[in-house]
């Protein structure tokens, strides 16, 4: 009994770290598009463009070559191509690109606590979609959400914006578009896998996207710095965060998965202040916890 307690133990804890390495891994992306942007000149559009054509590209090489799936096979459903086209354009590239435009106009710590309000917007959609009133843990997670919105954007004082005001809505924007990325492809990721669903995804909104801004339309300086950075935006924050977001699923459930994952914006924050030196007060990190105590609060409705 006692080996048969350490395994479990171990395995519990294989799966804690994987999911752990994910969400600070994501945090660190954002933190690093943060200083691709104000630092060395680029583009929300270029760095958009590259990171779903590059992405989505090694998802679906790693999902034929190492999980042996079948990725053309999802085309052959008329119905699923259209869902997966809109959820390739819509979804992947209105969050991917909603997201850097926030930490473009604002920064990594404030865009990517704002990106957390989608479990609070998914949580009141499906009240009006089964025409009942929250539960009592809704309406708090709600009230919560809107007071650290108020406390992250305006440090306490109703006059100031601690953000600019396009920071702001691009950020609750991509709090929007995370809501639509989660519950738009539920059929299609329980028919076809994770893996296969956001590699198409990836890889359509970044052709899509092409014909707006061409990958080969280049804005920013090219540095050590800046090719270290986005090939850590790509491979760290997308590939190997993705993979060992899937992985730690083995080893704990999908939904204490996606409670550890709530150490991304953390992560962000702190790499942020630190690393940028974003000014991040006392008002703007009680506003940061309230609002990832909804994911919190949230799981118990869905327990």
């Given at each position: 009994m006692e080996s048969q307690g350490a395994i479990i133990s171990n395995t519990r804890t294989k799966g804690i770290s994987l999911v752990l390495i994910a969400a600070i891994f994501w945090g660190v992306s954002g933190t690093v598009a943060q200083f691709l942007f104000h630092h060395q000149g680029f583009s929300t559009s270029w760095l958009t463009v590259i990171r779903l054509l590059l992405s989505g590209i090694g998802l679906l090489v790693f999902a034929h070559t190492i999980g042996g799936d079948n990725i053309w096979a999802i085309w052959k459903n008329k119905r699923e191509a259209i869902q997966l086209v809109i959820f390739g354009i819509f979804g992947m590239l209105a969050v991917q690109y909603t997201y850097f435009a926030a930490i473009e106009h604002g920064n990594a710590a404030t865009a990517t606590v704002l990106q957390y309000l989608a479990p609070v917007i998914i949580a009141c959609y499906l009240c009006m979609q089964s025409k009942a009133l929250p539960s009592k843990f809704e309406l708090i997670a709600i009230t919560l959400a809107l007071i650290g919105t108020f406390l992250l954007v305006t440090k306490g004082n109703i006059h100031t914006l601690s953000i600019s005001l396009p920071g702001f809505l691009w950020g609750i924007l991509s709090a929007f578009a995370l809501a639509?990325?989660?519950?738009?492809?539920?059929?299609?990721?329980?028919?076809?896998?994770?893996?296969?669903?956001?590699?198409?995804?990836?890889l359509i909104g970044g052709i899509s996207f092409s014909f707006i801004h061409p990958p080969w339309k280049f804005q920013g300086t090219w540095s050590v710095s800046s090719f270290l950075a986005v090939v850590s935006v790509v491979i760290l924050g997308t590939l190997i965060a993705f993979f060992c977001y899937m992985e730690s699923m083995k080893y704990i459930g999908a939904s204490e998965a996606s409670l550890l994952a709530s150490a991304e914006p953390l992560s962000a924050a702190f790499l942020a202040v630190v690393w940028l030196q974003v000014s991040f007060g006392l008002a703007e990190w009680v506003g940061a916890l309230a609002i990832i105590a909804t994911i919190f609060i949230l799981s118990l409705v869905k327990k």
């Open positions: 639509f990325y989660t519950i738009y492809p539920g059929n299609l990721l329980a028919r076809w896998g994770s893996l296969i669903t956001v590699g198409w995804g990836m």
